[in-house]
């Protein structure tokens, strides 16, 4: 018996039992490796006349035996010598930068030991020296107990069988092979309660497997397959002869072998894109959009993205993964690759083939790995330029997708604290109360006044109520567009954007210069200061505010701490008081922290200032009150007021019934 090296045999420990937690996987490395061994052959036969072989000859062969509990895949490669058996399997890292790697990992591991990181340091170096080295053949001892490899190396008459049980050590003997090539075969473990390994000895189990992580392998995979076929109806069959059938096996090429996306945009037919967006993405409906795209240079790869018709029923649970299949040269490395797409284009579907991917199997090392992030940052801009046309070209498309996956794109704006802005801008959309349609912030500056310096909008949880509320429809008075926002998350993503400038509007200065884009600045109607009072309005309600400050004192004391200050106001036309906010929260605002599970305890101060329409009859009224001395009377009205200006805005009030009480024994 040959002895594994002891650094061999500690990583197959560790991969054995802790590393690849996903057994099936092993299916995927044994056919990558019988893959590249029939490469080799062919790119030999490519430079070498002596090698003489058939490209359609080429392939990869998956059987199993169900008593035996084997599993076997061949190939026709160039196949290993007794040596090369001994040294390729013998040793699991066997190039000269291991010990560099090594002790790389181990300075990473000791780090770990002293208390430095936490255990995922320790696993992170584990499982990056066996993503270097690709260990993918000792994968077989995850489902095996036994592994035995015959192969025969091209051009020689030898064959060589190496056999172990993963343990200490393996040994290796002459065997026979009638051809060049490799079976691997293993002897399945016993079942247990966390794997029922005997899904790997049966047609089904295979057959997904290979489907699943090699479809789109260059060679044939093939595999005998049960079928069934009617036996021919003996000549003098009558007319009650009952249909027989019998059961026959038949060599069958399992994977598709070309994938899709390897293929130019103009030989696909979209037909065929949404088949396979449908089958790989399990979705019924056809995609609203399809990115293909084909990279060269220092980086060359293939993706192919979707976005879908709808958003999937888990889109918004938190167990949603995002991200796109990873395939190396034709081998899916992982289903999801999160590092592939930007939180905000969660919703894209697809699939990324690169053969300049080193295929590391964890997802601790994919994510440093820059080379994905350098693919991720150019499907960014790919998914950012797809979208922007689809709103150009067909805009009630995007209204759709906008519906399904707005959210994310506004989420996505105001979670990276506006980083994501100059991305995100042009692909929002809000409603308008003036042109009652969804329209772009761009649409918004293109239709503004020649002197407007702002983009204004309103947050509540209705459309219809916003469109009513004697805040908006001043503004609105004034020529000024307001956009209604009745999610949750718009207030917070404009508040991230707080400004919009188009570059698309241009103008020059007196010396014909190009001038810097306009900056808009962005504001809730219910803010502080609204740029649209003159300094005039502005002084005369300071004014006003002064003369009536007895009343106003009292106003406020009756409400108990629950405004700021009672002032005059410029902006009213025909509500009797409104109420706004100073600083960043606003009463919606405070409103979503509030319903936040764990119960708005975080939330930050809101300051409320009462807003009074001095022209309106109720003004008249609490001044005569307040002028008799009758205290009770400016007590219960500003109230009445305050809790209507709440209703008004579609929140909720204190004390429902003290209000209909109220009101009640006006109306006595
Ligand atoms: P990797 O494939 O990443 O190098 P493996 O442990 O899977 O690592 O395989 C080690 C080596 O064994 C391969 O590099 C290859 O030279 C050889 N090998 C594995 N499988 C085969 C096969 N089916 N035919 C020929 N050579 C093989």
């Not at 990873?326 to 905000?344: A, H, N």
Request: proline share 3%; with cysteine; hydrophobic share 35%.
């Amino acid at each position: 018996m040959r002895k594994f090296k002891t650094e061999s045999k500690k990583l197959l420990d560790l991969m054995i039992n802790s590393i690849y937690t996903n057994k099936e996987i092993f299916l995927r490395e044994l056919i990558s490796n019988a893959s590249d061994a029939v490469d080799k052959l062919y790119f030999r036969s490519l430079t070498d006349d002596k090698v003489q072989i058939n490209r359609a000859d080429l392939a990869i062969t998956v059987s199993y035996d169900k008593d035996a509990r084997t599993v076997t895949i061949s190939d026709n490669g160039i196949g290993m010598d007794k040596d090369e058996l001994d040294k390729n399997l013998g040793t699991i890292a066997h190039s000269d930068s291991f010990e560099f790697k090594a002790s790389q990992a181990k300075g990473a591991a000791d780090d770990a030991d002293e208390g430095l990181a936490d255990e995922t340091a320790q696993d992170i170096a584990d499982v990056d020296i066996i993503g270097q080295f690709g260990v993918g053949f000792y994968s077989a001892f995850m489902v095996g107990s036994k592994v035995r490899v015959v192969s025969r190396s091209y051009g020689s008459d030898e064959a060589w069988a190496w056999e172990s049980n993963g343990v200490d050590g393996y040994d290796i003997k002459e065997a026979e092979r009638d051809t060049h090539g490799t079976d691997v075969t293993i002897y399945l473990k016993d079942n247990d309660g966390d794997e029922y390994y005997d899904t790997y000895a049966s047609e089904s189990g295979l057959k997904n497997l290979i489907k699943r992580y090699s479809n789109y392998v260059r060679y044939p995979i093939k595999m005998e397959v049960e079928k069934r076929r009617e036996v021919p109806a003996p000549d003098d069959a009558g007319d009650d002869h009952q249909p027989e059938f019998e059961t026959y096996t038949e060599l069958d090429t399992i994977n598709s072998m070309i994938p899709i996306w390897k293929r130019k945009k103009s030989e696909v037919t979209q037909e065929e894109y949404n088949e396979f967006y449908k089958t790989d993405f399990h979705d019924f409906e056809d995609p609203a959009r399809t990115i293909s795209l084909h990279a060269e240079g220092t980086l060359t790869y293939d993706a192919l993205m979707f976005v879908p018709g709808h958003a999937p029923y888990d889109m918004w649970s938190k167990d949603y993964k995002k991200g796109l299949a990873l395939y190396s040269s034709g081998v899916l490395i992982m289903d999801k690759c999160e590092e592939l797409v930007p939180d905000y284009f969660n919703f894209m579907r697809g699939v990324v083939d690169s053969a300049d991917l080193t295929l590391n199997i964890s997802r601790e090392t994919l994510q440093h790995n820059s080379q994905l992030r350098a693919i991720g940052r150019r499907l960014e801009k790919k998914i950012k330029s797809e979208l922007e046309s689809m709103l150009a070209d067909d805009r009630e498309a995007y209204e759709k997708f906008y519906k399904e996956f707005g959210r994310t794109l506004k989420y996505g704006v105001y979670s990276s604290y506006g980083m994501a802005k100059s991305t995100l801008e042009n692909l929002l959309l809000f409603y308008s109360a003036k042109q009652k349609k969804m329209i772009t912030l761009e649409e918004y500056v293109q239709d503004a006044p020649a002197e407007a310096e702002a983009i204004y909008f309103a947050a509540g949880d209705s459309i219809d109520r916003l469109a009513q509320m004697p805040i908006v429809t001043t503004v609105l008075a004034k020529g000024y567009d307001v956009l209604l926002c009745d999610e949750n998350v718009d207030e917070f993503c404009m508040m991230a954007l707080q400004s919009y400038a188009s570059d698309k509007i241009v103008t020059f200065d007196d010396e014909g210069n190009q001038e810097e884009p306009k900056q808009f600045a962005i504001k809730n109607v219910g803010g502080e200061d609204l740029g649209l009072t003159t300094e005039e309005e502005k002084k005369e309600a300071e004014e006003a505010t002064e003369a009536n400050a007895a009343l106003f004192d009292a106003m406020r004391d009756a409400l108990g701490g629950k405004v700021e200050k009672v002032v005059v106001s410029t902006r009213l036309t025909d509500a009797p008081v409104v109420l706004t906010t100073e600083g960043a929260v606003s009463l919606q605002m405070a409103q979503i922290f509030k319903q936040q599970p764990g119960g708005g305890e975080e939330t930050p101060d809101v300051h409320i200032v009462m807003e009074v329409n001095p022209k309106h009859p109720v003004f008249e009224t609490l001044k005569k009150a307040n002028d008799d001395g009758d205290a009770e009377k400016v007590s219960k009205y500003t109230g009445i007021l305050y809790d209507q200006a709440l209703l008004v805005e579609g929140l909720p009030i204190d004390n429902p019934l003290e209000f209909s009480q109220a009101i009640a024994s006006l109306m006595k």
